[in-house]
């Protein structure tokens, strides 16, 4: 199971008419203080670890936060996921830090919007620098604006996300349909995506509460072992 690709799908935190992407004057943001909870569970529906989603709203500043504790027998998950991003969930950093096994590891994202780059360094290690579009999005603040927008009765087009390297993000929307969150009945809008990076291409659903800050609900990621699953406690 390639964890690192499982890490950027779950990022991911009547029927609605969806429309291309456009500019939006005055935003809906009911996310501006929010802390969720989520359980990681195999196949099986049994919990291998937890999760938890942070959003605060300071100014004209958003900061995020993701975090995973997860294990396997001899095999150790522990994640740290932080951004900063301003004005229309533009990125100005994303910072990771994680433990995979007895592999630890860092770095951190920086996004130049006046000259469209980004410099990737790694904690501790080398530096190098990227092209990115003036409003540049990590995979984490992407979440966030794609709850924004789904909110307004939009859905993003195909775009470039950054989570250390690039990756490429196509979502198709799936319409309204009830699913079961740890064992409960739930309403969701259903979203599937298919996501590209450098080195490995996968595919997920995403189902999001038709409340106004479109909660995520659950992401099912599906692998050769089986379907995993990222679902909210209520």
Known sequence: MKYSAFLVVFIFAGGLGLCAEEPSATPKTPFSEESLAYTVNWPSGLSLGQAQLISKRSGDKWHFALS??????????????????????????????????????GEKETFHSENGTATRQTLGGGKSE????????????FLFFLRRELAQGRLPGSQTIYFGA???????YGG??????????AEAEQLRASLKGPASENSFE???ARDDAR????????????????????
């Open 68 to 105: 995973l504790d997860a294990a396997i027998p001899g095999f150790v998950v522990s994640d740290s996921y932080q951004s900063t991003a301003a004005g229309d969930f533009c990125s100005e950093e994303f910072v990771k830090t994680f433990t995979h096994g007895r592999r630890k590891a």
């Open 206 to 208: 995403l189902f999001f």
């Open 130 to 141: 990227i092209s990115a579009p003036g409003c540049a999005r990590d995979a984490l603040t």
């Open 176 to 185: 309204v349909q009830q699913i079961r969150v740890n064992d409960r009945p």
């Open 166 to 172: 690039p990756y490429q993000l196509k979502l198709e």
């Open 215 to 234: 909660t995520p609900l659950m992401i099912r990621v599906p692998f050769k072992v089986g379907t995993f699953s990222l679902e909210l406690v209520r």
